[in-house]
Structures are given as C-alpha cells and as structure tokens.
C-alpha cells in the first residue's frame, strides 16, 4: 500500500477522497488496492493532513458534488453556503462532522428547512478551503459555478447536535419545521431576515436556549401570545415587517431581554407597550 501511495505522490496522513469519480469514503484498503491495480491509470484527488483540520468552510458557487467531501473535515466547526440553488431536489449533508457550530445558509433560495439533510449541529479565523484539494494524476477537479441542492432529510436532522448558530437570511423561506428545529437543542442564535415569512413561528418559543432571534425584513404582523415562553431571550429583531401592535408581554415577561429592535413596522405611537418599550430599549418605530 505504501508503495502505491508512493507512486501516486502521495504523503503519510493524506486522505484519498475520490478515485476515477468514486467517493471512497466506505471503502476498505483492499477496495483502493482492487481499484488501483485494476486500471493503467486512474484520477485520485485526496486531501491533506493540513486541510483535514479545516475548522471554518465557505463554499460558494461549487460543484454539486464538493459537499460530498464533508466527511473527510472531522474538525470542522462552521460551515457557509453561499449563492447556491437550493430550490430543487439534491443531495443530504449528513455525513459532516457533528462538531459543527455555526451553519450558513445564505441567498440559495431555501424553501424549506427540511432540505438541508443532517441538520440538527470561538471559531479560529476564516480560511477559504482550497476546492478539494491535491490534484494527483490527470485534471480532477475545476471550479466551475454550478447549482445545486442539499436536501436535509428530517430522519438525519438531530445529527448536528452542537449547533448553536444558524443563519438562513436571504432565501425563501415561509415556515420553520417544528420536528426538525425542535432537535436542535443547543441553538442560541437564529437569523432568518429577509425571507417570506407571514407567520411568527411558534416553534422558536419552545426552543429554551435561544438568545438572539432576528426574524427582520419578513411580513410578519402579528407577535403569538407564546412569546412568554422564550425566558432566555437576549435580543429580538423585528425591523421590516408589518407589525401594527406591540403586546406589553414582551417588555413584563422577557426578564432577559435587553435588545429589540422595530424600525420600519406599522406600531402605532401611543400605545402604552411602545411607551414601556420606549423607556426600557433603545429603538426606532416606523409609521
């Protein structure tokens, strides 16, 4: 084995991730072998010991099958998704590692949080991860903009159990799951600005760890009553919808509360809840 690994250039610790367009990710030693031998030449792409430590992923404008190569990062903690369709049928993601912390989804035209497969899991600086990766025999990979969709299947999604950062702005949403948010039990921070949500979803009130909640630029109009269950609530953003009234709930019985945001909503001005809100928080009503 080490003398074909020597043939090929590789070095000791490297990762074999793709032979002649194979995954080899459930292969034995005796399956690279067999492949190996088999063929004159063969396209091998690995990656290095170095980029396997990876902790921070931005992809963006990849080939479909790049987040195919998820499992080989055992280290990685944040991963960003970027300018990448997802409003199609796809692929599931749920072979990444469960240290993940932060993910981002962001402008894919996600509808649906139940198409990303897997989710439900103090970074060290941005690295722009090198698209995968070593380039032993022959041209293996190119990046070339191509779209394509993560289906998060709802079987999967308590995987990313250590989750605590999710950002889904810019996309399509209009709901949230209840099942598969529900098994997210370590989230404190979730974005999801500039979608088209109609509805405050009630499942963010069952979520007991969350602290920020940005829900800004949707068409929300009206705040649910269950609002009161939220008790470690930090910081609530709200700018940009269409709210008309502001419950007083929301400044008696948020006891952790210390950050609301509502520019740009429809609130009407003298109220006793904006009054209250206005000597508690610092923040703008719009007509």
Known sequence: EKGIAKKLGMKEHDQILEIN?????DWTSEDLLAELTECTSATVVTITVKDRAVTDLFLMATREHDLGYLW?????????????????????????????????????????????????????GL???PIFLRLLIGIVLS??????????SKASSG????????????????????????????????????NLIRSFPNVVTKMEKLEELSLIHNQISVLPDEVVQMRSLEKLHLDNNVLTELPEYVTLQLPQ???????NNKLKHNTRSTQQTRSKFYYKIGL
Do not use: P
């Open 21 to 25: 367009g194979k995954c080899v990710r």
């Open 72 to 124: 080989a990062l055992r280290k990685l903690v944040k991963l960003s998704i970027c300018n990448i369709d997802f409003s199609a049928e796809g692929r599931d993601i749920s072979t990444i590692t469960t240290l993940l912390q932060e993910l981002i989804v962001t402008n894919c035209s996600l509808k649906c949080i139940t198409q990303i497969n897997g989710l439900g899991s103090s970074l060290h």
């Open 127 to 129: 690295l722009f991860f």
């Open 143 to 152: 990046t070339r903009s191509s779209s394509f969709l993560v289906k998060i």
């Open 159 to 194: 995987r990313l159990k250590s989750l605590k950062r999710l950002i889904l702005t810019h996309n399509s949403l209009t709901d949230l799951d209840e099942r598969t948010m529900l098994k997210l039990k370590e989230l404190t921070d979730l974005q999801l600005g500039y």
């Open 257 to 263: 509360l210390r950050a609301l945001t509502l520019e």
